[in-house]
C-alpha cells in the first residue's frame, strides 16, 4: 500500500492532466490564406465531382456512404496538409461552410445558376411507358423503380401517369384518375385558391 502510495504522490499532476500547450491549440503551421485556398478548390473539386452522380441523399446505400465517408478522408489531407491547430480547423470549416452558402445564395438569387447547381427533376415513366433510356443514364434497374412504386402502394406501370426522380434523389409518382381527372383537377384548383386566400 506504501508503495502505490508513493507511485501516486510522485507522479507530477500538473503536467500530466492540468498543463494545457495553448501554442499548439491556435498557432497555426500554415498562413491562413493557404488554409482557405486549399480548403476553397478542394470544396469546389468535390463538389463538382459530387455532381456529375445525380442520385442524393434520397438513396444512399452502404456502398455510397463508403464512398462519402473514403472521399472526405481524402479530401481532409488535401485541406488540412500539416495543420494540426484549432484555428486552423476552423478556419477550414467556415471555407467550407462560407462556399455552401455562397452556392446557396446564387441558387436562390439567380435562375442560371439554380440550373447549373440544381439538376431538373428526371422523367422516369410517362403516360404507363418507361423511359428507358433516362432510367439508363441513372442507372435506375426495373426492379429498383418497381421497389419504389409499390412503397407509394402502386402495383403496375401502367397506373403511372409521371414518375420522376427529383433533385433530393427522392422518386415521386403521380397515379394515373379512374375517369375524375377533370374533377380532381377542378378540386386541386379550388384548393390552391383556397390557400391563396
Not at 428526371?122 to 418497381?146: A, C, F, P, W
Not at 414518375?163 to 374533377?183: M, Q, R, V, Y
Request: glycine share 6%; charged share 25%; aromatic share 10%.
Amino acid at each position: 500500500m506504501n508503495v502505490l502510495l508513493n507511485i501516486f504522490l510522485s507522479i507530477d499532476w500538473y503536467e500530466k492532466i492540468l498543463k494545457v500547450d495553448w501554442s499548439s491549440v491556435f498557432e497555426t503551421k500554415e498562413s491562413l490564406l493557404e488554409i482557405f485556398i486549399r480548403g476553397s478548390i478542394m470544396y469546389l473539386v468535390m463538389f463538382a465531382l459530387l455532381r456529375i452522380f445525380r442520385r442524393q441523399a434520397g438513396s444512399v446505400g452502404i456502398a455510397d456512404l463508403l464512398v462519402i465517408v473514403v472521399i472526405a478522408d481524402a479530401a481532409q489531407n488535401g485541406m488540412a496538409g500539416d495543420s494540426k491547430s484549432v484555428t486552423e480547423a476552423v478556419l477550414l470549416i467556415v471555407t467550407i461552410v462560407l462556399w455552401d452558402y455562397v452556392f446557396d445564395l446564387l441558387g436562390y438569387k439567380s435562375k442560371f445558376f439554380e440550373r447549373i447547381l440544381e439538376p431538373k427533376a428526371l422523367h422516369l415513366v410517362k403516360n404507363g411507358r418507361l423511359l428507358r433510356q433516362n432510367m439508363k443514364s441513372e442507372m435506375i434497374t426495373y426492379d429498383e423503380l418497381m421497389s419504389q412504386m409499390r412503397q407509394e402502394g402502386i402495383e403496375e406501370i401502367s397506373q403511372v401517369k409521371q414518375a420522376c426522380l427529383e433533385t433530393d434523389g427522392h422518386f415521386s409518382f403521380i397515379k394515373k384518375g379512374d375517369g375524375n381527372d377533370i374533377k380532381s383537377k377542378e378540386e386541386s384548383n379550388e384548393k390552391k385558391r383556397n390557400v391563396v386566400n
